[in-house]
């Protein structure tokens, strides 16, 4: 009889059916399995977990049979189908989040005896030794998956059912399943049925492929041929095919010794995984777009030293970047931090969202992660070899070039959190500030309660200051790489929450309106902002270096529809080595995009400097003007002037928009008016000859002398009245800009 009931198929599956009130959900399914491994794929809603909980008696049959070794276990409680040596690994794991890991083995170590005990449990699975005291609720999700799987290993099955075990699961995790499986298959003690929809996975570890469609077993398909064969995949598993299969695909069933064609060997590098139902489909749903599908794909990178080939290739257009569901990144050096930031990975991820581990560190160490910083360093321009050189120093700067080009081809990043020190901010910062403004960005670092200004630069990212160095949990560290995760959870969140009600009401907003701003231009901005306001949004930015780069980013963003730059001044320090200086890039934003552009020459008549001891010695003869304590200013020159006419003229003959460049001849600030300190004509008119000099005036390029002062009300009338005739009528505007 023992005899016997080896012999017999593992499992025996005839004209199963079954019901979910009027839905027939499995429809005659026939299935069997003799031992070994046999997968199951296929989109979601066709019936597959439906399959496994009716095989463990947790749905009502209501026809066929289904026999185990032999014996019929069809309609018998669950109980006794898991003593006769069925084990059940859950889609969701569905750990208790009270017991500990070792618990939950111990629980289940007593059903039967055998092979797999306890101690192999945390032989094969380390991590699990490791937190052999946690909880189920404490665990990251891979964790959570290797104890349910671990959990059925104990109970000492002779068949093993699994729905879904690689999940959510990082790449490294999702490869050590596999390998696990593969060992459990070569054993021979346990047959498996694996319900996956990973197709890499479930071709790995099955000769043959089941395909299962609206509750049918509708074929059986030799795993190497579906391995092999993407456009089968797309086919057979991703693009709207919701009620039968196209029956012209010649695919072998179960046992036929038809041929197979020699498959070309891969070359080494990039390999593109594709993923069927970037967002998950139902039997009801409309197909899934294959471009949708070819965006979703992500890169498994393999051998670093011989990637310079693939970085050479043209990169993808807009249209091919990364897409799908909002995912929050959690980006730093996990070869040092990698219990930090895997600490708060989980604490975004028990807040419901996508969270995705990406690897920035320049040693060259693997690390279980989601996107590798092998995968990272792909995108320099000089590829891996750029990024793992033995200077530290020129390694860093590389991949934070490098993760900066990833993140610019990303297009579903819903927010960025980073952790560690002042090498990991830097690693981190570059790319932040390539994101929009809105997206909420958080490094939580030991360097944040000094000058953040390097690191934030002209964004909106966040700095927290970690208060103990991020080197390990404790009570400190714990509490507040927690807060930080919390909070890029919480502005993560709201953000999503309000994105329906922006779309809803983006056609009725106003159009934004960038204008700079300097204490003495201050009535000048003042004015214009309230003729302004029932047409525009005005954004004011305070030229202080960063202001300006403020403004530029979200012009190059597309967020502003014009810019009235009336204060000039960071060209000042630019040029003369003041403290609140512009970069080469200054008028960069408005040459690229064409927006638009009002100028004017607002505080050009001076530098800014800190407290007077610390102005150069070069100057020490100049005219100054202490504005407070901390904020010194130095007249500019007839001779500076001019050098600024010219620099700032040849960037205005590089804009193709529209452009107006005002002088005001009465003073270009209000320190720049009769009777006040710096009161210079002469000085005005060298900056003024040099602009007209330079600028080459076109119908869509003009400079425009105006009598009045700067900050006169009837300069800011002629401003807004430009700048009105620049961009339209009110409502052909709105139905350009949003």
Same mark, same amino acid.
């Given at each position: 009889m023992n005899e016997d009931r080896r012999s017999a198929a593992a499992l025996e599956v005839r004209g199963l059916d079954v019901y979910y009130g009027h839905s027939h959900t499995l429809q005659g399914v026939d299935l069997s399995l003799d031992a070994g491994i046999f997968s199951v794929v296929g989109r979601n809603g066709m019936g597959k977990t439906t399959l496994c909980k009716a095989i463990m008696g947790l749905v009502p049959v209501s026809g066929g049979s289904i026999r185990v070794r032999g014996e019929d276990i069809t309609r018998?409680?669950?109980?006794?189908?898991?003593?006769?040596?069925?084990?059940?690994?859950?889609?969701?794991?569905?750990?208790?989040?009270?017991?500990?890991?070792?618990?939950?083995?111990?629980?289940?170590?007593?059903?039967?005896?055998?092979?797999?005990?306890?101690?192999?449990?945390?032989?094969?699975?380390? !991590? *699990?030794? /490791?937190?052999? %005291?946690?909880?189920?609720?404490?665990?990251?999700?891979?964790?959570?998956?290797?104890? =349910? #799987? +671990?959990?059925?290993?104990?109970?000492?099955?002779?068949?093993?059912?699994?729905?879904?075990?690689?999940?959510?699961?990082?790449?490294?995790?999702?490869?050590?399943?596999?390998?696990?499986?593969? !060992? *459990?298959? /070569?054993?021979? %003690?346990?047959?498996?049925?694996?319900?996956?929809?990973?197709?890499?996975?479930?071709? =790995? #570890? +099955?000769?043959?492929?089941?395909?299962?469609?609206?509750?049918?077993?509708?074929?059986?398909?030799?795993s190497a041929r579906l391995a092999a064969d993407r456009d089968m995949q797309q086919r057979l598993l991703g693009v709207g095919l919701h009620a039968e299969l196209t029956p012209d695909i010649d695919a072998p069933v179960a046992g036929s010794e038809a041929k197979l064609k020699p498959q070309p060997i891969r070359a080494n590098g990039p390999i593109r995984i594709y993923v069927s139902n970037p967002t998950p489909p139902t039997r009801w749903s409309q197909p899934v777009p294959i471009a949708r599908i070819e965006a979703a794909a992500r890169t498994l990178s393999t051998h670093v030293a011989r990637l310079e080939d693939t970085v050479r290739r043209k990169r993808e257009p807009v249209t091919a970047q990364a897409s799908g569901l909002p995912v929050v990144l959690v980006a730093g050096t996990l070869d040092t931090k990698g219990t930090e930031l895997r600490f708060i990975r989980d604490i975004i991820a028990a807040n419901g969202l996508r969270v995705r581990l990406v690897d920035v560190s320049t040693s060259g160490r693997q690390a279980a992660c989601d996107v590798s910083a092998q995968e990272i360093a792909l995108n320099h321009g000089r590829g891996g070899s750029a990024v793992?050189?033995?200077?530290?120093?020129?390694?860093?700067?590389?991949?934070?070039?490098?993760?900066?080009?990833?993140?610019?081809?990303?297009?579903?990043?819903?927010?960025?959190?980073?952790?560690?020190?002042?090498?990991?901010?830097?690693?981190?910062?570059?790319?932040?500030?390539?994101?929009?403004?809105?997206?909420?960005?958080?490094?939580?670092?030991?360097?944040?309660?000094?000058?953040?200004?390097?690191?934030?630069?002209?964004?909106?990212?966040?700095m927290m200051h970690s208060v103990t160095d991020v080197q390990g949990l404790n009570s400190i560290s714990r509490a507040v790489l927690s807060n930080g995760a919390n909070a890029i959870a919480g502005m993560v969140r709201a953000r999503l929450d309000q994105r329906e009600t922006r779309e809803r009401t983006a056609s009725a907003a106003l159009p934004s309106v960038g204008i700079t701003m300097f204490g003495v231009t201050t009535p000048a901005v003042q004015k214009i902002a309230a003729d302004l306001r029932d047409d525009f949004e005005c954004l004011v930015f305070h030229a202080t270096g960063v202001g300006g780069r403020s403004m530029e980013k979200l012009v190059d963003s597309g967020q502003l529809a014009g810019v009235i730059d009336l204060t000039t001044t960071e060209i000042c320090d630019f040029l003369m080595g003041g403290v609140f200086p512009a970069t080469e890039d200054r008028f960069g934003a408005t040459i690229r995009t064409r927006v638009p552009y009002i100028g004017s020459v607002g505080a050009l008549d001076m530098v800014n400097f800190g407290a007077p001891d610390t102005i150069p010695e070069r100057y020490r003869t100049r005219k100054f003007h202490v504005h407070n304590p901390q904020v010194t200013l130095m007249r500019t020159t007839a001779e500076e002037n001019e050098r600024m006419g010219r620099w700032i003229g040849e960037r205005l003959n590089r804009m193709d928009g529209p452009v107006r460049f005002f002088l005001p001849e009465g003073g270009v600030s209000a320190l720049d008016v009769r009777g006040q300190p710096f009161w210079d004509p002469e000085a005005d008119a060298a900056l003024f000859r040099a602009l007209e000099r330079t600028v080459r005036t076109t119908g869509n390029r003009q400079l425009i002398r105006v009598k009045q002062n700067i900050n006169d009300p009837e300069f800011a009338t002629t401003i807004t009245a430009a700048f009105r005739t620049l961009f339209g009528r009110v409502g052909a505007r709105r139905r350009m800009v949003r």
């Amino acid at each position: 009889m023992n005899e016997d009931r080896r012999s017999a198929a593992a499992l025996e599956v005839r004209g199963l059916d079954v019901y979910y009130g009027h839905s027939h959900t499995l429809q005659g399914v026939d299935l069997s399995l003799d031992a070994g491994i046999f997968s199951v794929v296929g989109r979601n809603g066709m019936g597959k977990t439906t399959l496994c909980k009716a095989i463990m008696g947790l749905v009502p049959v209501s026809g066929g049979s289904i026999r185990v070794r032999g014996e019929d276990i069809t309609r018998r409680p669950p109980a006794h189908i898991a003593r006769r040596g069925v084990g059940y690994v859950p889609q969701g794991r569905r750990l208790w989040r009270s017991l500990s890991v070792d618990e939950h083995l111990r629980l289940a170590g007593g059903m039967r005896s055998g092979a797999w005990t306890v101690e192999r449990i945390y032989d094969t699975f380390p !991590r *699990l030794a /490791e937190r052999k %005291d946690h909880g189920g609720g404490q665990l990251s999700g891979g964790e959570q998956q290797m104890l =349910a #799987i +671990s959990r059925a290993l104990v109970t000492n099955p002779q068949l093993l059912i699994m729905d879904e075990p690689t999940e959510g699961l990082a790449p490294v995790i999702v490869a050590q399943v596999e390998e696990m499986l593969l !060992r *459990l298959g /070569e054993d021979g %003690d346990m047959a498996v049925l694996l319900i996956e929809q990973n197709i890499g996975v479930a071709t =790995a #570890i +099955s000769r043959n492929v089941a395909i299962m469609v609206n509750g049918r077993i509708n074929r059986i398909i030799d795993s190497a041929r579906l391995a092999a064969d993407r456009d089968m995949q797309q086919r057979l598993l991703g693009v709207g095919l919701h009620a039968e299969l196209t029956p012209d695909i010649d695919a072998p069933v179960a046992g036929s010794e038809a041929k197979l064609k020699p498959q070309p060997i891969r070359a080494n590098g990039p390999i593109r995984i594709y993923v069927s139902n970037p967002t998950p489909p139902t039997r009801w749903s409309q197909p899934v777009p294959i471009a949708r599908i070819e965006a979703a794909a992500r890169t498994l990178s393999t051998h670093v030293a011989r990637l310079e080939d693939t970085v050479r290739r043209k990169r993808e257009p807009v249209t091919a970047q990364a897409s799908g569901l909002p995912v929050v990144l959690v980006a730093g050096t996990l070869d040092t931090k990698g219990t930090e930031l895997r600490f708060i990975r989980d604490i975004i991820a028990a807040n419901g969202l996508r969270v995705r581990l990406v690897d920035v560190s320049t040693s060259g160490r693997q690390a279980a992660c989601d996107v590798s910083a092998q995968e990272i360093a792909l995108n320099h321009g000089r590829g891996g070899s750029a990024v793992f050189g033995p200077d530290r120093g020129v390694a860093v700067t590389a991949m934070a070039e490098a993760f900066a080009n990833w993140i610019k081809r990303q297009g579903n990043i819903a927010g960025v959190i980073s952790a560690g020190g002042s090498g990991a901010a830097s690693l981190v910062a570059p790319a932040m500030r390539t994101l929009p403004v809105g997206v909420p960005k958080l490094i939580i670092s030991s360097v944040a309660s000094g000058d953040v200004g390097p690191y934030v630069g002209p964004a909106d990212i966040t700095m927290m200051h970690s208060v103990t160095d991020v080197q390990g949990l404790n009570s400190i560290s714990r509490a507040v790489l927690s807060n930080g995760a919390n909070a890029i959870a919480g502005m993560v969140r709201a953000r999503l929450d309000q994105r329906e009600t922006r779309e809803r009401t983006a056609s009725a907003a106003l159009p934004s309106v960038g204008i700079t701003m300097f204490g003495v231009t201050t009535p000048a901005v003042q004015k214009i902002a309230a003729d302004l306001r029932d047409d525009f949004e005005c954004l004011v930015f305070h030229a202080t270096g960063v202001g300006g780069r403020s403004m530029e980013k979200l012009v190059d963003s597309g967020q502003l529809a014009g810019v009235i730059d009336l204060t000039t001044t960071e060209i000042c320090d630019f040029l003369m080595g003041g403290v609140f200086p512009a970069t080469e890039d200054r008028f960069g934003a408005t040459i690229r995009t064409r927006v638009p552009y009002i100028g004017s020459v607002g505080a050009l008549d001076m530098v800014n400097f800190g407290a007077p001891d610390t102005i150069p010695e070069r100057y020490r003869t100049r005219k100054f003007h202490v504005h407070n304590p901390q904020v010194t200013l130095m007249r500019t020159t007839a001779e500076e002037n001019e050098r600024m006419g010219r620099w700032i003229g040849e960037r205005l003959n590089r804009m193709d928009g529209p452009v107006r460049f005002f002088l005001p001849e009465g003073g270009v600030s209000a320190l720049d008016v009769r009777g006040q300190p710096f009161w210079d004509p002469e000085a005005d008119a060298a900056l003024f000859r040099a602009l007209e000099r330079t600028v080459r005036t076109t119908g869509n390029r003009q400079l425009i002398r105006v009598k009045q002062n700067i900050n006169d009300p009837e300069f800011a009338t002629t401003i807004t009245a430009a700048f009105r005739t620049l961009f339209g009528r009110v409502g052909a505007r709105r139905r350009m800009v949003r």
